[in-house]
Nanobody, 123 residues
Framework: QVQLVESGGGLVQAGGSLRLSCAAS????????MAWFRQAPGKEREFVAQ????????YYADSVKGRFTISRDNAKNTVYLQMNSLKPEDTAVYYC????????????????WGQGTQVTVSS
């Protein structure tokens, strides 16, 4: 069992930066691939970024490639999402999730989810 708690969201101006954190409980954290998703009002939840258990492979949605960086610290049971050059269209609730799959999968393949943290980017 893995419990996930996100933090670091907030209000930022366009062009600014935020770093999200997702703290996990459970001794099996290091065996899971971790991902970030987001959901804007009225829209479906969408994939943002993913990192394999070792941190050796990462995946990004095209919309955030070059601006966002996912990383993890298995010693701290934490995964991060560094978000730079933020745009108003990045406004959403951001969720972290855990899966046993290395590559990005459909949402049902993610076994554990956090409660989400709100990111609002003003223009």
């Amino acid at each position: 069992q893995v419990q996930l708690v996100e933090s670091g969201g907030g209000l930022v101006q366009a062009g600014g930066s935020l770093r999200l954190s997702c703290a996990a409980s459970g001794r099996t954290f290091s065996s899971y691939t971790m991902a970030w998703f987001r959901q804007a009002p009225g829209k479906e939840r969408e994939f943002v970024a993913q990192i394999t258990w070792s941190g050796g492979t990462t995946y990004y949605a095209d919309s955030v490639k070059g601006r966002f960086t996912i990383s993890r610290d298995n010693a701290k049971n934490t995964v991060y999402l560094q978000m730079n050059s933020l745009k108003p269209e990045d406004t959403a609730v951001y969720y972290c999730a855990a899966t046993s799959w290395a590559r990005p999968q459909a949402i049902p393949k993610y076994d554990y989810w956090g409660q989400g943290t709100q990111v609002t980017v003003s223009s």
